[in-house]
C-alpha cells in the first residue's frame, strides 16, 4: 500500500484532492505501528477515510500546515511518541543536540511544546476547522500539572493549547469513534460522551463525577495537588471510572472514562494493517529510531506493574493487550523478506515483556479494582500468571524459516519468576543475546517500595537462578540492571549503601538515570509535593541539581571522572572512611554493564 500522503502531489497521484483528517506530527513519518500517529492513520484510512500526514513542519509559519488543505472533518495533532521537553531537554534540563525521531539525529526538528505551537499555528491558518489532540504528550498532561522545565503548575494542555478536544491513552476507538460521527455529520462540538477524551466548556451538570481540586487550588497548595492527583488516578479503570472535572477559572475540563481495552481480535486487525514498514521516502538520511526498532515487534500493550516512575498506567492503562501468535508470527514472516533483514528479531516485546498473555482472571473484581498494581506489594491471588502463551510464541519465533536469533530486549519484570520458570529458563538459555536488561531501579527496600518495585530479596535471588541458569546452558552473559538515582524517597546515603551492595554482589553500571519528573507519574506527584499521592506521608526528595549529581556520581564510583564528586558525596555524609570499600581491593569477577539507555526507544513510557 502507497504511503500515506504527505504532500499535495500525492494526494494527487491518490486521485484525491481534499482529505478528511489531517496529522501533523512532532516525528519524522515512519509507516510502522510502532509509531502512534502513522498506526492511526492507516487505522483510519482502513475505514474508508481519506488521510494525509505533515510530519515535522516549520512551525515558524503557518504555510508548512497549509500544505495538504483543509480536512474536510478535523486535523489531529501530536508531539510525537515522547513528550517534546523531554525530547528536548536531559534531566538537568540542559539541551540536547539530537532527536532520534529525526532524519540524521538532527535536534531542531520541532518546537518546544509542539502541541500547543502546532494547534496555534493550524488555527492561524484554518481558523474555524476543528483540532483534536493527542499522543503522550497531550495524553499526560490532560489534568492541570506540574511542569519540571518551568518549574510550576501548568493547566491542562486542552487550554494552554486551546484545542477543540483531546484524545488520550491509546487512540483507535476514540478517533475512529469521533471521525465515523463526524462523517454522519455531528459537529465536535457535539461529540461530548466519547471514552478516551476530553473537552472544555462552561457548565456541566456534575451529578455522578469525579470533581478534583481546580487549577488554581493544585497551583496554591501542594496538599491539594497530591489529592487531584490522586483522585484522577483513581478513575484510570475503564469499566468503574466516573467522568473527571476539573475547573479552570470560569472553564472546565471533563474528561470521560478511559477507552476500553482492545481484544485480541482488534489488536490483529491493528497490526496487520498494509505498512510500508519503513520510513517516508523523501527521507535521505538514517533515522535512529526506525533502526532501532525496525526488526522488532509488538506482542502486546498495557502494564500492570504500577511503577511509580512510570506513566503507562496513566496512558496505555493496566490491562495487557495481547496480539495472537499468529498474528505476530504473520509480521515476523513478513520482516524476515525485508532486504535489510539479516535473520535477528531484535525484540519480541512489549511494555514489561513477560506480561504477554497475562491478565485478571476474575472479570468481576478487575471491573472494580482499584489496586494501583497487580504485582506489588504482592501478587494479586486473581492475576493469571501461566507463562505458556509467552513460551509457545518465543519457540515458535525462533522456528520460523529465516530466523536466526530472537532476543527478548524489552524489560522483564524478574518480580514474576517465581510463577514463570519456563519463561525464565526459555529466556536465558536462548534470547539473552548476552545482556539481559532487567529494571531493579534501586535495591534499598525503602526506597523500592516508595517506587513500587521488588526489593533487593527478590532481586538477589533472581540473580542468583540467572547465573545459575546461564552456566547450567553455558552461557556468558550478563544482566543489564536500570537503576534511576535521584528517585523521590532516595537520600544520599541510600545511594551509597546501594554502591556498596552492588559492589558485594559483584555488578558495576556505567550508565545511571537521573530521575526525571515527567508529567502524569505518581513519582512526579511526589517530587513536586513531597507527599506520596496515595498514602499522604511525607516523602523526601532531591530537588537541586547538585544533590542529584552526587546521588548519580556515587554508582558510578568505578569511573575515574566520577572520583571527584564521589568524595564530595561522602565529606557530605560524613563517610569518608567508605572509600576504602568503594576502592579498595575490587571484587573479582565483577561484571561491567554497559547500560544502553539514553533517548527512550523501548515500547515502555518512562
Ligand atoms: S483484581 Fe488483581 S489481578 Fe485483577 S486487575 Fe485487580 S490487581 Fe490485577
Not at 40 to 68: C, T, Y
Request: glycine share 8%; aromatic share 8%; charged share 25%.
Amino acid at each position: 500500500m502507497p504511503f500515506i500522503p504527505t504532500t499535495a502531489e500525492e494526494m494527487r497521484q491518490r486521485g484525491w484532492s481534499e482529505l478528511d483528517i489531517i496529522f501533523v506530527s512532532g516525528d519524522a513519518y515512519i509507516d510502522h505501528p510502532a509509531f502512534g500517529v502513522p498506526l492511526l492513520a492507516r487505522w483510519l484510512e482502513n475505514h474508508g477515510f481519506r488521510v494525509g500526514i505533515i510530519a515535522q513542519p516549520d512551525w515558524r509559519s503557518k504555510e508548512p500546515f497549509m500544505a495538504l488543505g483543509r480536512p474536510r472533518l478535523f486535523f489531529a495533532v501530536s508531539a510525537g511518541a515522547m513528550d517534546s521537553m523531554v525530547a528536548h531537554y536531559t534531566p538537568a534540563r540542559k539541551l540536547r543536540h539530537d532527536d532520534a525521531y529525526t532524519p540524521g539525529n538532527r535536534h531542531g526538528a520541532r518546537p518546544n511544546r509542539a502541541t500547543v505551537v502546532y494547534t496555534s499555528r493550524l488555527k492561524e491558518a484554518f481558523k474555524d476547522v476543528p483540532v483534536v489532540i493527542g499522543g503522550i504528550e497531550a495524553s499526560l498532561r490532560r489534568f492541570a500539572h506540574y511542569d519540571f522545565w518551568e518549574n510550576k503548575v501548568r493547566r491542562s494542555i486542552l487550554f494552554d493549547a486551546k484545542a477543540d478536544l483531546l484524545i488520550y491513552g491509546m487512540a483507535e476507538r476514540a478517533v475512529l469513534e469521533i471521525a465515523e460521527r463526524m462523517r454522519a455529520g455531528e459537529g465536535l462540538k457535539e461529540i461530548r460522551d466519547v471514552r478516551g477524551t476530553a473537552y472544555g466548556c462552561g457548565v456541566v451538570d456534575i451529578n455522578n463525577h469525579a470533581i478534583i481540586p481546580s487549577y488554581e487550588e493544585i497551583a496554591a497548595s501542594k496538599e491539594k495537588f497530591a489529592e487531584a492527583f490522586r483522585l484522577a488516578y483513581q478513575q484510570q479503570n475503564p469499566w468503574s471510572a466516573l467522568v473527571v472535572v476539573q475547573q479552570h477559572g470560569s472553564r472546565t475540563l471533563v474528561c470521560n472514562p478511559p477507552s476500553l481495552p482492545l481484544t485480541e481480535v482488534e489488536m490483529d486487525a491493528v497490526y496487520a494493517l498494509p505498512f510500508e514498514k519503513g520510513p517516508h521516502p523523501s527521507y535521505t538520511e538514517t533515522i535512529p529510531a526506525w533502526d532501532q526498532i525496525k526488526s522488532s515487534v509488538t506482542s502486546h500493550r498495557g502494564c500492570f506493574g504500577g511503577c511509580a516512575f512510570c506513566a503507562i498506567t496513566m496512558h496505555q492503562g493496566k490491562t495487557i493487550q495481547s496480539r495472537s501468535k499468529s498474528s505476530i508470527l504473520a509480521e515476523i514472516s513478513a520482516m524476515t523478506r525485508k532486504p535489510w533483514f539479516r535473520g535477528t528479531v531484535s525484540d519480541v516485546g512489549g511494555p514489561t515483556a513477560n506480561m504477554y498473555g497475562l491478565g485478571c482472571n476474575s472479570p468481576d473484581a478487575m471491573k472494580k479494582c482499584q489496586r494501583e498494581s497487580c504485582i506489588f506489594p504482592n501478587i494479586c491471588r486473581n492475576l493469571r500468571t501461566d507463562d505458556k502463551p509467552a513460551v509457545s510464541l518465543l519457540q515458535a519465533v525462533r522456528s520460523l524459516d529465516g530466523v536466526k536469533h530472537t532476543a527478548v530486549s524489552s524489560g522483564v519484570r524478574y518480580d514474576l519468576l517465581e510463577r514463570q520458570p519456563a519463561y525464565f529458563s526459555e529466556l536465558i538459555a536462548h534470547h539473552v543475546s548476552g545482556l539481559l536488561k532487567i529494571a531493579p531501579e534501586h535495591l534499598i527496600d525503602h526506597v523500592t517500595e516508595i517506587m513500587r518495585k521488588p526489593g533487593k530479596k527478590t532481586f538477589e535471588t533472581f540473580l542468583a537462578r540467572f547465573r545459575e541458569e546461564s552456566l547450567r546452558f553455558d552461557k556468558r552473559q550478563y544482566i543489564v540492571p536500570y537503576l534511576i538515582s535521584g528517585h523521590p524517597g532516595c537520600t544520599l546515603a541510600d545511594m551509597l549503601e546501594l554502591a556498596l551492595l552492588l559492589k558485594n554482589i559483584g555488578i558495576k553500571v556505567e550508565q545511571v538515570q537521573d530521575f526525571t519528573p515527567t508529567p502524569g507519574t505518581i513519582a512526579t506527584c511526589m517530587f513536586y509535593s513531597g507527599l506520596d499521592p496515595m498514602t499522604g506521608k511525607r516523602v523526601y526528595t532531591a530537588t537541586s541539581d547538585r544533590e542529584k549529581g552526587l546521588q548519580k556520581s556515587l554508582l558510578l564510583w568505578h569511573l575515574p571522572a566520577e572520583r571527584p564528586k564521589v568524595m564530595e558525596a561522602l565529606r557530605e555524609l560524613g563517610r569518608e572512611s567508605d572509600s576504602g570499600m568503594l576502592w579498595g581491593s575490587e571484587a573479582g569477577n565483577v561484571q561491567r554493564t554497559i547500560r544502553p539507555r539514553g533517548k527512550v526507544f523501548t515500547k515502555k513510557a518512562r
